[in-house]
C-alpha cells in the first residue's frame, strides 16, 4: 500500500481530497428514496466550513464535541470538523433518556452538541423526568457549558419558508445549513486557516472519548489519541486489505469503537466507500441494495440471517430445495477445507463452483452477502455451527477480539480461521495470562486513559499491563481463547474458576438444547447443570426414533432423551478444562419460561431467581438420589397459577 | 395567508334520509391554518357531514362553499381537484399495490400526460413521473414510511394503513384535509406518532384540517377548535377548555 502515514484522521481526509477531488465517491446516503453521493470534495468542504463555523461560534482547541445521532453523512463530517479544529469528539447514543444526555455531556464538558432531529433536540428543550421520577428543567438550562446545539436534519424544528416552530425559536438552537454559512463567512476574513489547522492535528492530540459501561459505576471516558486510532487502523487493515472499492454499510453506532475504525478510518485510510442506511428500520434492505464487501455483525444477526435463509429454503420450490441439500454439503466440505488453511484440489474446486453458481451466489444475493470479501463477528461467541454454515456459503467470516481501551488485539488471518478463538494477536500487542486466567495487554496502540479518572486507570493496570478483565488461555497454535468476564465467573471448593456462561453458550448451540443453568459454588466440589430441553427438535427427533411421549415432561425424562442430552454434553465437556466439567444434570420438568419470571423478556436467565426457586432440584443434583419427585408451581398465560406433580431424573456424566 | 382567513363554510346544512334527519341545520366554519375537531356521539352526523363537505352526499339543504366558491352540488372528483382531500373510517385503499404506488395513483389529479405518452413513457411523460415522485418521496419522508416504500399495503398493519391514508390524501396537495376517525383502533404509540403526523401537517404545510376522532384525549390536546354534534344538530362550538366544561356537551355524551 501507497498511502503515506499520517498520524490524524484530518490529515487523511485532505490526502484524499487532493488525490480525488470530485473524481471518486466518499460516501452515500439513501434519502428520498435515492442513493445520493457525496465525493472526497464534498467530504471535504463539507468538514472545512462546519469546522471554521464550529470556530466561529466559539470553538477552541482542547475544547469537546458531542454528537449524537444515526448513522449519517453529518455524523463523520461533524467529527472530522471538530477534530480539525483541535476539539474532542464524544459520541452518545441515540436512545440515551436525558438524565443519561446530561451525563455524557456534562462529564465530558461537551460546548457544542451536534444533534440528529427533533427528537434529539427536544431532549435539549423539554423538561423531564430522572430515574427516581424527579422533575427537571430542560437540559439547557441544566447544562452552563453547552452553548450550542445543532441539527441537521430540520423536519419538525424548522416549520414552512425555513422558520423555526414554536419553542424552536430557542437561541440555543442552530441548523447544520447555518453553521456552514457562518464556516464560509469566517473563511473570508481567516484565509488558509482551516489548512493551517490540519497540520495542527497531532498524533498525541486526544481525538476522541469513548465512553466505555464497565461492569461496575457510571460510564468512564476512555480517551483516544489521534495516533493509536490511526495505527490502529493500519495494522486492521495490513490483515484485511481493505480496498476503495469496497462498499461498506454504516450501521454500528458511531459512538462505538468498532464503527470508528471500519466506518471512519476505514474510509479515510484506503478510500472504502460509506453508504449510510435511510433509516434504522432500513438496514437489511439497505445491505441488500448496496452489497457490501465488507461487513460486521454480532452473533445474533449471523444467527438470524442463518435462519431467515432457512426458511426461504423450506419455501422454495422442490427442485431448488434438492440442489441446496446437495450442494451444502460440498460447501461444508470446501470451507472447512479453507478455514484451515488447507489447499483446495481441482476436484472439490469445480464441484464448488458449480454450487456457488447454482445455489449459493442466489442465496447470498437475496440477504445481501452476495459481495462480502471479509466479514467479522465480534462480542461474544458464535455458534460453530453458525460459523461453519456461512463458509460454506463462501462468507468468509472472522472474529476479532479487542475493546475501546485496548484496541484491536486479536484477528483471525484468513487462512487460520477457527470458530472457538478469537485469532492471533496483532502486530505490536504482547499478551499473557495473570495467575487467575486473566487476559492482560501491553502495547502502544493503548487508550490514553479515562478522563479525569487517574485512579480508575491506574486499577486497570499491572504495571504496564493492562487488565483486560476478561478470562481466557492461549490456545499452542498461538490463538487467543476469551471465556467470559471476569466478574461473571464463579468459584468451586477451592478457590478454582469456572465460567457458568461459557458452558450454558455452548450448551445452546446444541439443537437439542435450549437453555441451560450451570450451577456451582465455594461450598460445591463439581459442577451440574439444569437443562431446558428444545421441545421442537428433540420432538422430532423422538418421532424418528419411534419413541412414543405425551407431555414436555414426559419427553424430558425419557432415557432415550437423558442420553441424547448426556451425549450433547459430553462434547461441551471436551471444551472445558478438567475441573470445570459437568459431572451432573437434570431434565427440567417444564421450559424456563418469561411468564414464570424464569427468563427477562429479552430471554436472558435470572440466575439467582432460578436457582433459589429451584434449590431442591440442586440440592438433588449435589445428593445421592438418582430420582426427585417434584411439585412445580406454573403461572398460566392468563396470570392462574396452579401446581404440577411429578418426577425427575437426576444423571450422572461420565 | 391571513390566520384567520376562512377557508371552508357550510351553512345551514340539513341532510335527511326519509323521516331521519342526519343534520339538521349545521353551519360550520373552517380557517386558514387551524384543526377543526368534530366530535359528538355515535350516530351525531360526524362522518355525514365530511360526506357532504366532499361531495359523496348532496345535502337537500344549506350550502358550502370552499375558497368562496360553492361546491354544494359538484360531484366528489371535482372537489378533490379543487383541493379537498380526505381519510375514510375504514380505510380505502388499494390493497393489492405498493404504499408507493398508492401514493403515485393519488398524483394523478396532477398528471398532465395522457394515456398514450404515459404507455410510450418517452420524454414529458418519463419527466413528469420523477416529478410526481419527488412530491411522493417528500411525503414518505414526511410521515416516516421508508421502511415500508415497497410493501404491498394488504399485508401491513392496522396503525401503518392508517398513515398511508394519510400519505395518499396528502399527495394530493390538497388545501383542506378532512380526516374521518384516523386513530381509530390504534395502540397508544400510534396515536402519538399519528397525533404528531397531523401537527406537523398544520405546522409545515400549513393544511388547515378538519378531524373526526373519538379520543377526547387527543382532541383536547391537538384541535384548535371543537364542534361538537349531537341527533344532526350543532350543540356547541369553542376552544377545547371551552368545551370541556360545556354542560350540553357533558349532557349529550353522560346523559341526564
Known amino acids: ?654 | 395567508m391571513a390566520q384567520d382567513e376562512v377557508k371552508l363554510k357550510a351553512e345551514n346544512i340539513g341532510l335527511y334520509f326519509g323521516q331521519l334527519r342526519a343534520l339538521d341545520g349545521v353551519d360550520i366554519e373552517v380557517r386558514g391554518t387551524e384543526i377543526l375537531a368534530v366530535i359528538g356521539p355515535n350516530g351525531a352526523g360526524k362522518s355525514c357531514l365530511l360526506n357532504c363537505i366532499n361531495g359523496f352526499y348532496r345535502p337537500q339543504q344549506g350550502d358550502i362553499y370552499f375558497d368562496g366558491k360553492r361546491i354544494t352540488r359538484l360531484a366528489p372528483h371535482k372537489i378533490a381537484e379543487l383541493g379537498i382531500s380526505r381519510t375514510f373510517q375504514n380505510i380505502e385503499l388499494y390493497t393489492g399495490l405498493t404504499v408507493l404506488d398508492n401514493l403515485m395513483a393519488a398524483r394523478h389529479i396532477h398528471m398532465k400526460q395522457g394515456a398514450l405518452a404515459g404507455a410510450i413513457y418517452f420524454g414529458p411523460a418519463y419527466r413528469e413521473e420523477i416529478e410526481h415522485r419527488k412530491v411522493v418521496e417528500d411525503i414518505i419522508d414526511f410521515l416516516e414510511m421508508e421502511p415500508i416504500r415497497k410493501k404491498v399495503v394488504g399485508l401491513l398493519p392496522y396503525g401503518m394503513r392508517k398513515r398511508v391514508e394519510l400519505g395518499r390524501a396528502l399527495a394530493l396537495e390538497p388545501k383542506l384535509l378532512l380526516l374521518d376517525e384516523p386513530m381509530a383502533g390504534m395502540n397508544i404509540d400510534e396515536k402519538e406518532d399519528m397525533a404528531r403526523f397531523i401537527i406537523d401537517t398544520i405546522e409545515l404545510r400549513r393544511i388547515p384540517i378538519v378531524l373526526i376522532e373519538h379520543d377526547m384525549e387527543v382532541v383536547m390536546d391537538i384541535a384548535d377548535r371543537v364542534v361538537v354534534l349531537d341527533f344532526g344538530h350543532k350543540i356547541a362550538e369553542g376552544s377545547p377548555d371551552e368545551i370541556k366544561g360545556n354542560p350540553a356537551v357533558i349532557k349529550a355524551y353522560l346523559g341526564e
Not at chain 1, 147 to 161: Q, Y
Not at chain 1, 390 to 406: C, I, N, R, W
Request: charged letters at 30%; hydrophobic letters at 40%.
Open chain 1, 1 to 654: 500500500m501507497d498511502v503515506p502515514v499520517f498520524d490524524s484522521a484530518a490529515k487523511y481526509l485532505k490526502y484524499n481530497y487532493v488525490k480525488w477531488g470530485d473524481k471518486k465517491v466518499a460516501m452515500r446516503v439513501k434519502d428520498r428514496g435515492i442513493w445520493q453521493s457525496y465525493t472526497w470534495e464534498d467530504y471535504y468542504e463539507k468538514v472545512k466550513y462546519f469546522s471554521l463555523g464550529l470556530m466561529s461560534l466559539g470553538l477552541e482547541r482542547g475544547d469537546k464535541v458531542a454528537i449524537l445521532g444515526e448513522n449519517k453523512p453529518e455524523w463523520f463530517w461533524a467529527e472530522l470538523a471538530a477534530g480539525t479544529a483541535g476539539a474532542v469528539v464524544t459520541g452518545i447514543f441515540v436512545d440515551c433518556l436525558p438524565t443519561e444526555v446530561k451525563y455524557y455531556v456534562e462529564n465530558s464538558e461537551s460546548k457544542f452538541v451536534i444533534a440528529h432531529d427533533q427528537e434529539q433536540v427536544d431532549k435539549f428543550l423539554i423538561p423531564y423526568k430522572d430515574r427516581e421520577g424527579k422533575e427537571h428543567p430542560p437540559l439547557k438550562d441544566e447544562l452552563p457549558l453547552l452553548k450550542k446545539v445543532i441539527f441537521w436534519d430540520p423536519k419538525g424544528i424548522l416549520g414552512f419558508e425555513g422558520t423555526p416552530i414554536g419553542d424552536y425559536a430557542d437561541p440555543i438552537l442552530m441548523s447544520f445549513d447555518q453553521v456552514i454559512e457562518l464556516g464560509k463567512e469566517y473563511e473570508k476574513t481567516r484565509p488558509g486557516l482551516f489548512e493551517e489547522n490540519i497540520e495542527k492535528t497531532s498524533g498525541d492530540d486526544i481525538a476522541l472519548f469513548m465512553y466505555t459501561s464497565g461492569t461496575t459505576g457510571l460510564p468512564k471516558a476512555a480517551m483516544l489519541r489521534n495516533r493509536v486510532s490511526q495505527l490502529t487502523n493500519r495494522a486492521w487493515n495490513s490483515v484485511d486489505k481493505w480496498s476503495p472499492d469496497d462498499q461498506y454499510v454504516s450501521f454500528l453506532p458511531p459512538a462505538w469503537i468498532t464503527e470508528q475504525g471500519l466506518g471512519v478510518g476505514a474510509n479515510l485510510l484506503t478510500g472504502m466507500e460509506i453508504n449510510f442506511p435511510e433509516e434504522p428500520e432500513t438496514v437489511l434492505e439497505n445491505i441488500r441494495e448496496i452489497g457490501p464487501g465488507v461487513l460486521f455483525w454480532g452473533p445474533a444477526n449471523w444467527e438470524s440471517v442463518s435462519r431467515l435463509i432457512q426458511a426461504k429454503i423450506i419455501d422454495t420450490s422442490p427442485l431448488r430445495r434438492l440442489l441446496y441439500h446437495v450442494f451444502l454439503p460440498v460447501g461444508y466440505k470446501v470451507g472447512d477445507l479453507r478455514v484451515a488453511g488447507k489447499k483446495v484440489n481441482w476436484f472439490w474446486q469445480a464441484l464448488y463452483s458449480i454450487a456457488n453458481l447454482t445455489v449459493f451466489r442466489a442465496l447470498k444475493d437475496k440477504v445481501g452477502l452476495s459481495k462480502v470479501r471479509v466479514a467479522y463477528s465480534a462480542g461474544s461467541a458464535i455458534s460453530p455451527d453458525i460459523f461453519r454454515y456461512f463458509q460454506a456459503l463462501g462468507v468468509k467470516l472472522k472474529q476479532l477480539y479487542g475493546s475501546t481501551e485496548m484496541g484491536l488485539v486479536t484477528i483471525h488471518p484468513d487462512d487460520d480461521v477457527r470458530p472457538e478463538t478469537c485469532g492471533p494477536l496483532m502486530p505490536g500487542y504482547e499478551c499473557r495470562l495473570s495467575e487467575d486466567g486473566e487476559i492482560l495487554v501491553r502495547s502502544e496502540m493503548l487508550f490514553a486513559g479515562y478522563y479525569k479518572k487517574p485512579e480508575a486507570t491506574r486499577e486497570k493496570y499491572l504495571g504496564d499491563w493492562y487488565l483486560s478483565g476478561d478470562f481466557g488461555h492461549i490456545e499452542e497454535h498461538g490463538h487467543l481463547v476469551c471465556i467470559d468476564r471476569m466478574d461473571h465467573l464463579k468459584e468451586l471448593r477451592g478457590g478454582r474458576k469456572f465460567s457458568p456462561q461459557f458452558a450454558e453458550i455452548r450448551l445452546r448451540f446444541s439443537p437439542y438444547i435450549k437453555g441451560a443453568l450451570i450451577v456451582g459454588s465455594e461450598d460445591k466440589d463439581f459442577v451440574t447443570a439444569i437443562i431446558n430441553v428444545d421441545i421442537d427438535n428433540v420432538g422430532r427427533w423422538a418421532e424418528a426414533k419411534r419413541i412414543p411421549y405425551t407431555t414436555f415432561t414426559d419427553l424430558s425424562q425419557k432415557p432415550e432423551v437423558i442420553g441424547l442430552v448426556t451425549g450433547e454434553i459430553r462434547k461441551v465437556n471436551r471444551h472445558l478444562p478438567e475441573w470445570t466439567r459437568i459431572k451432573r444434570f437434570v431434565n427440567l420438568h417444564k421450559e424456563f419460561d418469561a411468564d414464570d419470571a424464569e427468563l427477562t423478556r429479552t430471554r436472558k436467565l435470572r440466575r439467582d431467581f432460578i436457582e433459589e426457586r429451584y434449590g431442591y432440584l440442586i440440592d438433588a443434583l449435589y445428593g445421592d438420589k438418582d430420582e426427585l419427585k417434584v411439585e412445580a408451581p406454573i403461572t398460566y398465560r392468563d396470570g392462574r397459577t396452579g401446581t404440577m406433580m411429578t418426577s425427575v431424573k437426576i444423571n450422572a456424566v461420565e
